[in-house]
């Protein structure tokens, strides 16, 4: 937070507008709302360290070859398929150890880079452009959104597809109690404003095909 302002407002990291909110205060955490995009975000002096990322990761469990886990990976893989041409190039950002999605994309004849800063930290994998990135539950760990957004955008082709998996924020009575704010890691959480005003940042054309699912389309310019 930039010193000097007041207490309760921050420059939102999904949109920056300058309107962000004081929200809900929840177990010692503060959670702040953008006026502009409707993000609801952790106050960034509380976000989890390096370290303390890596340690709740590691807890994790899941393995491509998990049916259900399979199956969660399969609700980002079918639109984003559907809107596919053949022997397409892509990157699974953020994958995590092992990713089932990367292995559904991959059975339907795609090529897929894999690129994860804790377990497949491939300096090489940022350096292409590609017809596809995808983010499956990967967005609400973002501590610096537009950073990270601007980056994305920069690895696709226009044209590309850019496709996120991420539970909506819906019900704000529920907050407190929503056990997706509840993970440690989980810093920001999305409506679909926020995918729009992204997607308005960057020229991108939004989609949602289904529940907490956006697509996005990069524009190709004349």
């Not at 975000?41 to 259900?68: I, T, V």
Request: glycine share 4%; hydrophobic share 35%; aromatic share 12%.
């Amino acid at each position: 937070m930039d010193q000097g302002r007041s207490p309760n407002k921050t420059e939102c990291p999904a949109c920056l507008a300058p309107a962000g909110r004081l929200f809900a205060s929840v177990g010692g955490r503060d959670y702040l709302r953008c006026e502009d995009c409707q993000a609801t975000y952790l106050r960034r002096e509380q976000q989890p360290s390096p370290e303390q990322e890596f340690e709740e990761y590691r807890r994790h469990q899941n393995r491509a070859n998990d049916p259900d886990y399979r199956a969660f990976a399969q609700q980002l893989a079918e639109p984003l398929l559907a809107r596919l041409e053949t022997a397409c190039e892509g990157l699974d950002y953020g994958c995590g150890p092992d990713s089932a999605l990367a292995a559904i994309l991959r059975e339907a004849e795609h090529r897929v880079d894999v690129y994860d800063p804790f377990f497949h930290p491939d300096p090489e994998a940022l350096q292409r452009r590609y017809d596809f990135v995808t983010c499956s539950e990967v967005v609400e760990h973002f501590h610096h959104p537009a950073r990270e957004f601007a980056r994305l955008d920069a690895l696709l082709k226009p044209g590309g597809w850019l496709a996120i998996q991420t539970m909506f924020q819906t019900d704000d009575t529920a907050f407190a109690r929503w056990h997706y704010r509840r993970d440690p890691t989980h810093v920001v959480f999305y409506r679909p404003r926020t995918f729009e005003r992204i997607a308005f940042r960057h020229g991108w054309q939004p989609i949602f095909p289904s529940r907490n699912i956006a697509l996005m389309k990069k524009r190709v310019r004349s």
